[in-house]
């Protein structure tokens, strides 16, 4: 099986409100990453997951926070919902002696 | 830094006709090239990827060539089938080590009859 999972596929949350997203994969892929995509501009990167070791990028340190609490499982967190997150959110996941990212369908976010 | 682009942000072609997608990268390393293909409400696909300049590598009737030269790897077909409109998404492994990928910001490919 060779599919990312995400749930929910569609989340629609509060200004002010947490949200909790959800990404799966059972390949055994040692490195989970979380992308913000916006229309009509390109995927961002969030943070990855390598093992167990988390790297968040610069710019949206402060704003998301993650898990992995096992190899299969990896969840995006963010703890004050703003209007400026609605977006698309891609997780992928890859072996790291691998070429090829496998992305999970996508969750879009709305922020009312 | 590394980045990619990509020229065309909507692409509308009737069946049949050929295909360039346009895609540039700049980076200081030595450059792995992807193209992500996603159809509505699935997920991103590989659909090509290469590092090896000037070879030309295919699959399910799209090709490209790295050329480092240009710093280009455009994404062609023959001959476009209403099936393939999709969002193509090019992206480039950053040169930091992590196998992050460098997206650029995709070209919706619309296929009309």
């Known amino acids: 099986d060779t599919t990312v999972k995400q749930n929910p596929r569609y989340k629609l949350a509060r200004v002010g409100k947490p949200v909790n997203l959800i990404c799966s994969q059972t390949m055994n892929h040692d490195t989970m990453y979380w992308y913000q995509k916006k229309p009509n501009q390109a995927p961002k990167l969030l943070l990855f997951?390598?093992?167990?070791?988390?790297?968040r990028e610069a710019d949206t340190f402060e704003k998301f926070q993650s898990s992995r609490p096992n190899n299969s499982f990896c969840s995006l967190y963010i703890g004050s919902a703003g209007l400026e997150y609605s977006a698309m959110y891609l997780c992928a996941s890859t072996k790291s002696d691998r070429d090829e990212q496998y992305f999970g369908p996508g969750t879009r976010l709305t922020v009312l | 830094g590394d980045s990619v682009t990509q020229t065309e942000g909507l692409v509308t072609l009737t069946k049949g006709l050929p295909v360039m997608l346009n895609c540039t990268y700049q980076t200081t390393y030595s450059p792995f090239l992807f193209w992500y293909v996603q159809h509505l409400n699935e997920a991103p696909k590989l659909l090509l990827k290469s590092s090896t300049d000037n070879k030309r590598t295919e699959h399910q009737g799209f090709y490209a060539t790295l050329h480092k030269s240009s710093s280009s790897f455009h994404l062609q077909k023959s001959s476009v089938q209403l099936s393939d409109s999709a969002l193509y998404f090019c992206?480039?492994?950053?040169?930091?080590?992590?196998?992050?990928?460098?997206f650029g910001s995709g070209t919706q490919l619309t296929v009309m009859p």
């Open positions: 997951y390598y093992d167990k070791i988390l790297n």
């Open positions: 992206a480039l492994r950053a040169s930091s080590g992590s196998w992050q990928l460098i």
